[in-house]
């Protein structure tokens, strides 16, 4: 009869050194970083009619408990904690899973610029597309794929987009050239040259610049020069409705509608240059030319600069930005700065029966410049100043450009290219977007995190050191960005240390000891019964 008892109680006692055996890993991990304690759940064991004492204890399940850690800063960039739901997302290094999974994110940087966790799993996240991307908005990609952050600087790249955010002042008067007292622009046919530096009979425009900017770019070898937009106020011009304007899709000029009005717009001219620094002389000095198109290879010509005009409605909002052409269709003439004659009456676009006027390229002009005497770099290593390679093609989108009354303000004026640089450092926003810092200047967002979560973490298979790899129970991998679909965000500077009470544990644990104690007690007195049965 004392069978049953005797083994209830071993059942007892075994549950309970289990339960002591869960509460001792905890305690053991209580500092371990992104540790996520369990607790051992018991329940009987029962078989036979229903008024039989039942067969002891066992232990139905160790659960993991996945609540939130304490997240404690530590200052190194590297280090990342998940505020919230999800696991970071890693690739197995030994191959045997696709995916490993862990809240652990002391991360580290290997020899060949890859994210990785202490053990050299690589990190998994959303790299950035260079196709889509541009210098102001980043696109990632859309798969999962190792995260690289040394590789994006190891070529330069030469720049060929540029971001001009300006607010030129609209109160600004016309600019006039002391020498001639001729407002810029507004040149007779017989004297088109008085904007661009070239050898003529006219000479140059001698008035200064309203508002002036530069900017580094960088040619294919990553050598620098320094590309100058010049500002001047051209005038405020009433455009009757005779006025002829340039249709591209028939390639020819037409009148505006009978009875469509006049418009009225406000003008403004700007001149790119192109200039190298000389160590020497300590001077700016020209390096690159205007490319003319109509030559094969493109050659250089002989005006230094690039001048376009930026046409402003009454609302301060740029209309769009034109070019001068020599006839419809015809090829880029910076001498033909075209806009009212002496009698200071408007003229039409075109003038002289349509050999010369402005032709419209929207917002987004090209810059063609041939760098052929460089100083700090070099775009064709031949150095041969007609190859087409050495021809620096810049679009530059001037769509963000006002014209407010005030005060002349420059919102930024941003570029793409880059010379060669290494890594220096990380910043890692609340959404996971990586950005890198290089020792070139640049801070570039490399590449996003990927966050992973489950419907039944519990289900997960345990790998130890904090890593679980999916099973069939834990259903399947649910991807997302850090702060998208109920993801948790991202700390970086921190981690998020393990969510072990060692208070609690310790009372669980006196109150499992009572547990094992109380069995094996049961024990006793069943050796003590079956004595007194042995001496009768």
Do not use: C
Request: overall charge negative; cysteine-free; proline content about 3%.
């Amino acid at each position: 009869m004392g069978v049953s008892f005797d083994l209830n109680a071993l059942s007892g006692i075994n549950a309970a050194s289990t339960g002591l055996g869960v509460i001792s890993n905890n305690l053991a991990n209580a500092q371990s970083v992104g540790f996520k304690g369990s607790r051992a759940e018991f329940a009987d064991m029962f078989s036979g009619a229903q008024n039989t004492a039942g067969n002891g204890a066992r232990v139905a399940a160790i659960t993991q408990d996945f609540s939130q850690g304490t997240i404690n800063g530590t200052g190194r960039e590297l280090d990342m904690a998940i505020d919230g739901e999800g696991f970071f997302v890693l690739e197995d290094q030994t191959g045997r899973y696709g995916n490993i999974y862990t809240r652990e994110g002391s991360f580290k940087l290997d020899k060949d610029g890859y994210l990785t966790d202490q053990e050299g799993n690589k990190v998994q996240g959303y790299q950035l597309n260079l196709a889509l991307s541009t210098e102001t908005k980043p696109v990632f990609d859309t798969t999962l794929s190792s995260i690289d952050l040394d590789e994006l600087n190891k070529t330069p790249k030469a720049t060929d987009e540029m971001n001009f955010d300006i607010n030129l002042d609209g109160e600004e008067d016309n600019n006039i050239d002391p020498v001639t007292g001729v407002s810029v622009g507004n040149d007779t046919a017989a004297n088109l040259d008085k904007l661009v530096d070239i050898d003529t009979a006219a000479g140059p425009y001698d008035g200064f610049p309203d508002f002036s900017t530069n900017k580094i770019i960088h040619d294919s070898l990553g050598g620098e020069h320094r590309l100058t937009a010049n500002f001047y106020k051209r005038d405020v011009v009433s455009v009757a409705n005779s006025d002829l304007t340039y249709v591209p899709a028939s390639d020819s000029y037409v009148a505006a509608a009978a009875g469509a009005g006049d418009t009225k717009y406000t003008s403004w001219i700007v001149q790119y240059t192109m200039q190298d620094y000389n160590e020497t002389t300590g001077q700016w000095e020209t390096s690159g030319h205007r490319a003319d198109q109509t030559t094969t290879p493109p050659s250089a010509t002989t005006e230094e600069g690039q001048v376009f005009e930026l046409r402003y409605d009454t609302s301060g909002n740029l209309i769009d930005v034109r070019m001068p052409v020599t006839a419809a269709g015809g090829t880029y003439d910076p001498t033909n700065i075209i806009g009212q004659d002496n009698t200071n009456e408007p003229l039409p676009d075109i003038i002289n029966g349509g050999a010369a006027g402005w032709e419209s390229v929207g917002s987004q002009p090209q810059l063609d410049f041939i760098i052929d005497t460089p100083l700090t770099g070099a775009n064709d290593p031949l150095g041969n100043p007609n190859d087409a390679s050495t021809i620096v093609n810049i679009d530059a989108n001037l769509g963000d450009m006002t014209q407010f009354a005030g005060t002349y303000s420059l919102r930024g004026v941003s570029q793409n290219g880059y010379s060669v640089g290494d890594l220096v450092g990380l910043n890692t926003g609340l959404d996971g977007v990586i950005e890198a810092r290089y020792s070139n200047g640049r801070s570039v967002p490399v590449a996003q995190l990927a966050l992973a979560n489950f419907s039944d973490k519990n289900a997960l298979q345990k790998l130890g050191g904090q890593t679980y790899a999916e099973s069939f129970d834990s259903g399947l991998a649910q991807l997302a960005k850090p702060e998208t679909s109920g993801m948790g965000s991202i700390n970086a500077g921190s981690l998020e240390y393990s969510n072990v009470d060692v208070a609690t544990e310790l009372v669980n644990m006196i109150q499992t000891q009572r547990t094992y104690q109380a069995s094996a007690q049961v024990i006793s007195t069943s050796q003590t019964l079956t004595q007194t049965i042995l001496q009768l």
